[in-house]
């Protein structure tokens, strides 16, 4: 999976439009092995791209799940501290 595709799901405020955008791009260049696409290839990259974003959030909107919602500062916070371990980081 891509490092820079985050989690979406069972977030407060919910994902954004454009982090939805964002996680389906990174997904069309990870598949496709093109960071930007050739002219030749760019209409058929950007059609991918706006699929899988359409499918990500007809996805998010059928999940359903008991836990609370998490919350994007904490998260985030956790994720530092991963990084620090796992880096040596203080």
Same mark, same amino acid.
């Given at each position: 999976?891509? %490092?820079?595709? %985050? +989690?979406?799901?069972?977030?407060? +405020? +919910? /994902? ?5 955008? &964002?996680?389906?791009?990174?997904? !069309? %260049? =990870?598949?496709?092995?093109? $960071? =930007? *696409? #050739? ?8 059609? /991918? $791209?706006?699929?899988?974003?359409? !499918? ?7 999940? !359903? $799940?008991? /836990? *609370? +919602? =998490?919350?994007?500062? !904490?998260?985030?916070?956790? &994720?530092?501290?991963? #990084?620090?371990? %796992?880096?040596?980081? /203080?």
């Amino acid at each position: 999976m891509c %490092r820079n595709i %985050r +989690p979406l799901f069972n977030f407060d +405020p +919910p /994902a954004t439009d454009d982090e939805i955008q &964002a996680a389906a791009l990174q997904f !069309v %260049r =990870k598949v496709s092995g093109f $960071t =930007k *696409p #050739s002219q030749a290839n760019a209409e058929a990259f950007d059609r /991918a $791209t706006a699929r899988v974003a359409g !499918v990500v959030h007809e996805f998010l909107d059928e999940l !359903v $799940t008991a /836990a *609370p +919602p =998490k919350d994007r500062e !904490v998260e985030a916070a956790r &994720a530092r501290e991963r #990084s620090a371990r %796992r880096f040596g980081r /203080a």
